[in-house]
Nanobody, 120 residues
Framework: VQLQASGGGLVQAGGSLMLSCAASGGIIFSVNVMGWYRQAPGKQRELVAT???????NYADSVKGRFTISRDNAKNTAYLRMNSLKPEDTADYYC??????????????WGQGTQVTVSS
């Protein structure tokens, strides 16, 4: 199973970006919690947002009101819409998903990072 993240790039402060994260390959019974994390240079990886299969969401205080996480269960894909971007949002963004691969096994997977750079 792989998580493929995409959508990062360079944007001016105040701008918007949409990140996508798709789970594919292997055997996927179901994709449970999906989330986005970020890691800025010299800092620890931090939670940005998570969403359950049922659509319940959780956000870091620093992004509430600006970022929106959503998902398409049929496509095993999560999205992160980022509005009103600030220079402090600059980081490598990683998606994470807890995936049921058999009737009795779940495992957490990480996608490759996608870089978001916000210029002032």
């Amino acid at each position: 199973v792989q998580l493929q993240a995409s959508g990062g790039g360079l944007v001016q402060a105040g701008g918007s970006l949409m990140l996508s994260c798709a789970a594919s390959g292997g055997i996927i019974f179901s994709v449970n919690v999906m989330g986005w994390y970020r890691q800025a240079p010299g800092k620890q990886r931090e939670l940005v947002a998570t969403i359950t299969r049922g659509g319940s969401t959780n956000y870091a205080d620093s992004v509430k009101g600006r970022f929106t996480i959503s998902r398409d269960n049929a496509k095993n894909t999560a999205y992160l819409r980022m509005n009103s971007l600030k220079p402090e949002d600059t980081a490598d963004y990683y998606c994470n998903a807890v995936i049921r691969t058999t009737a009795w096994e779940t495992q957490a997977y990480w996608g490759q990072g996608t870089q978001v750079t916000v210029s002032s």
